[in-house]
């Protein structure tokens, strides 16, 4: 069974920082793209950020373009989202994505941040 587990979550000021981090169970790591999405309340599912299997290609949403950086451990089967420069627009809940072309897409449960004094 897979299961991709967030943490790291939690209460930040602004202009704080954060980290967070999603382990895969039950898949091969290395053949799926990972991705962050958060989903404020009342929006939309947004993405963060997406990283290739490798590593090698980063994508990232226009909201946090050069504050947060994605990447990978693949003999950790973990995925990180450091956060820097967090904005109160930035409280949201935080999803892991694991997909793999043409397979399956696996989401994790979140993992809720706050951004706030």
């Known amino acids: 069974q897979v299961q991709l587990v967030e943490s790291g979550g939690g209460l930040v000021e602004p202009g704080g920082s954060l980290s967070l981090s999603c382990t895969a169970y039950g898949l091969n790591f290395r053949d799926h793209c990972m991705s962050w999405y958060r989903r404020a309340p009342g929006e939309q599912r947004e993405l963060a950020a997406g990283?290739?299997?490798?590593?090698?290609?980063?994508t990232y949403g226009d909201s946090v373009k050069d504050r947060f950086t994605i990447s990978r451990d693949n003999s950790k089967n973990t995925v990180y989202m450091q956060m820097n420069s967090m904005r109160p627009e930035g409280t949201a809940r935080y999803y892991c994505?694991?997909?793999?072309?043409?397979?399956?897409?696996?989401w994790g449960q979140g993992a809720q941040v706050t951004v706030s004094i």
């Open positions: 994505k694991a997909n793999q072309i043409g397979g399956p897409v696996y």
């Open positions: 990283i290739s299997t490798g590593g090698g290609t980063k």
